[in-house]
């Protein structure tokens, strides 16, 4: 097993249905002998699960016998949910969250976002902002169920 | 990019002010948590907060990192006293009523986006991944910000005078966001810093598009208009914000949990 195997193992703190390495959380990974250095990617300036991120991904590799565990952290290119996996996103989905738009919409009103229950196209927006920086609070007109939509940045 | 001596303190002084706009703007609607009119806006303001204060977070990292005496972001937000701070006045006026705050929040995310979008491309290219970064959560910020001008402005008459009287008492606090002073110029011109000149014109623009919108007066000219707070010159609410910010630090300094 390579360190990526190993980092692929650590849940997001925030939806600990899909991993740091499938939500596109970790750009690089550099291995010597006994040495380990993971350079990842914040998804947004202020995500408190951060650290919960870096320490979760410490810990499984010193656990798989890595000596020296370095993590870096890189701003540029900045994150985009375009580097979620389709895999990810059906895990999103089929937790209740509506998986971001491959495409982003600009401007008041975006993409249409289907419901992850029911499956209808006809939803709205509550608000932009939700229980993470990730994500926000839609209703579905037909099965008239509130849900979270991770929003496409 | 590397950076002269005098060059360094430049840059340093220039991160700072953004910085602080930020992290004095995210402590101020961090004051409406739990206090907000609907749980909706309860999470919007809180998570607007944390953004404004993770970007101060990445800014401040790398004010100190320029700086290079050691110092840390946290000695930059806590350790320094209201003369030192180098944010603009409006993001210090307390939050009022909602409309208050959403003014003040209007003003700043319209100005904002445009700022970001050309300190992407500073030439210092640590600065310009952090105002990329920055720039798309402005964007969700802005939207945020003119949904409730509209909302309110072309709403009821309640609605309506209330925000007229807060973009009227907020007004004179909008034209230092575009008046370059002799550092802004010399970051210009070694093209790390944003040309605010050039951003104002775009600025008016949103503004009367929005208020046009929103069915909301635009103030006149013709009156008194702050300035000063990049050389450190506030209103009298900023020493209490950072008495409130700052007491643990400073009653207990160093502490960690």
């Known amino acids: 097993m390579s360190a990526w195997d190993y980092i692929r193992s650590v849940p997001d703190p925030e939806i600990p249905v899909v991993d740091v390495v499938s939500m596109g959380i970790v750009r690089e990974v550099e291995e010597t002998l006994d040495c380990v250095t993971v350079t990842i990617t914040p998804t947004y300036s202020g995500c408190p699960a951060m650290a919960e991120i870096e320490s979760g991904i410490s810990a499984s590799l010193h656990e798989a016998g890595y000596k020296q565990v370095e993590i870096k952290t890189q701003i540029a290119p900045a994150w985009t949910t375009e580097w979620i996996t389709d895999e990810a996103r059906e895990k999103l989905r089929n937790f209740g969250i509506a998986p971001p738009e491959r495409r982003c919409a600009s401007g008041i009103g975006g993409n249409s976002v289907a419901c992850p229950l029911c499956g209808s196209e006809e939803t709205r927006l509550m608000s932009e902002f939700g229980s993470t920086p990730c994500k926000a609070l839609r209703v579905c007109q037909n099965c008239l169920q509130p849900f979270e939509h991770f929003k496409c940045i | 990019m590397e950076l002269n001596m005098e060059l360094r303190g430049q840059v340093f002084d220039y991160l700072l ?5 930020r992290l004095v703007l995210g402590h101020r609607l961090s004051e409406w948590c739990g206090h907000a009119p609907m749980m909706e806006e309860d999470l919007a303001l809180a998570n607007i907060a944390l953004d404004l204060i993770g970007q101060a977070t990445l800014l401040y990292k790398l004010a100190a990192k320029t700086e290079g005496s050691g110092r840390t972001e946290d000695d930059l937000a806590f350790l320094r006293e209201p003369s030192e701070f180098r944010n603009l006045q409006l993001v210090e006026q307390p939050n009022g009523d909602f409309a208050d705050t ?5 003003f700043f995310d319209s100005y904002d986006v445009l700022f970001l979008e050309k300190l992407s491309l500073s030439a210092y290219t640590e600065l310009a991944g952090i105002a990329a970064k920055a720039l798309k959560e402005a964007q969700y910020h802005l939207r945020h910000a003119q949904r409730w001008m509209l909302r309110l402005g072309d709403g009821t008459e309640e609605s309506h005078n209330r925000l007229q009287d807060s973009v009227v008492n907020l007004w004179c606090f909008s034209k230092e966001l575009f008046v370059p002073d002799n550092l802004d110029q010399v970051l210009v011109t070694e093209r790390i810093g944003v040309d605010l000149k050039a951003v104002n014109s775009s600025w008016q623009e949103t503004v009367t598009d929005t208020f046009r919108e929103a069915t909301l007066d635009i103030p006149g000219d013709e009156q008194y208009f702050a300035s000063g707070s990049r050389g450190g010159y506030h209103t009298e609410h900023l020493g209490f914000l950072l008495a409130e910010m700052q ?10 949990w």
């Open chain 2, 17 to 21: 002010r953004h910085a602080d706009d």
């Open chain 2, 102 to 106: 959403i003014a003040r929040q209007f």
């Open chain 2, 247 to 256: 007491v643990l630090q400073r009653t207990h300094p160093g502490a960690i």
